[in-house]
C-alpha cells in the first residue's frame, strides 16, 4: 500500500485548509488510518487524528478536537482532515498512516507503541501571518 498526502500549504492564523491521504489500495489488514505531525525542531511525530474503517466514532488528539474533522472516502480509499481555526503551533509536516489492527488505533490514541503498513511522504502546512 502506498499513501500519498496532499493539499498543505501556507495559511493565516484563524484559516482552513484540508489534507487528503489517498491510498493505492485498500490493504486486507487496514483497520484505520490515522494523522499525525511533526512540528519543526520535533523529534516524535505527534498522534493528530485517527479513523477506523469500519466505522465508529473518529478520535482527535486533544489540541486540534473542535478543530479538525477527520473523514474517510471508501469508494476512493482516501482519508481526509479538515483543519480549521489553526493555529501556529500546529505548524508541521503532516502525515497519514494505516495501522493494521484495533490494538495498533488503541495504542497510538493513548500514546503506545504501535505498528502500521504504510506511512505517507508528508505534507507541511505553515500557518503563519
Known amino acids: 500500500v502506498q499513501l500519498v498526502e496532499s493539499g498543505g500549504g501556507l495559511v493565516q492564523p484563524g484559516g482552513s485548509l484540508g489534507l487528503s491521504c489517498a491510498a493505492s489500495?485498500?490493504?486486507?489488514?487496514?483497520?484505520?488510518t490515522g494523522w499525525f505531525r511533526q512540528a519543526p525542531g520535533k523529534e516524535h511525530h505527534e498522534f493528530v487524528s485517527?479513523?477506523?474503517?469500519?466505522?465508529?466514532?473518529?478520535y482527535y488528539a486533544d489540541s486540534v478536537k473542535g478543530r479538525f474533522t477527520i473523514s474517510r472516502d471508501r469508494s476512493k480509499n482516501t482519508v481526509y482532515l479538515q483543519m480549521s481555526n489553526l493555529k501556529p503551533e500546529d505548524t508541521a509536516v503532516y502525515y497519514c498512516?494505516?495501522?493494521?489492527?484495533?490494538?495498533?488505533?488503541?495504542?497510538?490514541?493513548?500514546?503506545?507503541?504501535?505498528?502500521?503498513?504504510?506511512w505517507g511522504q508528508g505534507t507541511r502546512v505553515t500557518v503563519s501571518s
Open positions: 498512516a494505516v495501522l493494521p489492527s484495533s490494538s495498533d488505533l488503541v495504542a497510538v490514541i493513548t500514546g503506545g507503541s504501535y505498528d502500521y503498513d504504510a
Open positions: 485517527a479513523i477506523a474503517w469500519s466505522g465508529g466514532s473518529p
Open positions: 489500495e485498500r490493504a486486507r489488514s487496514t483497520y484505520a
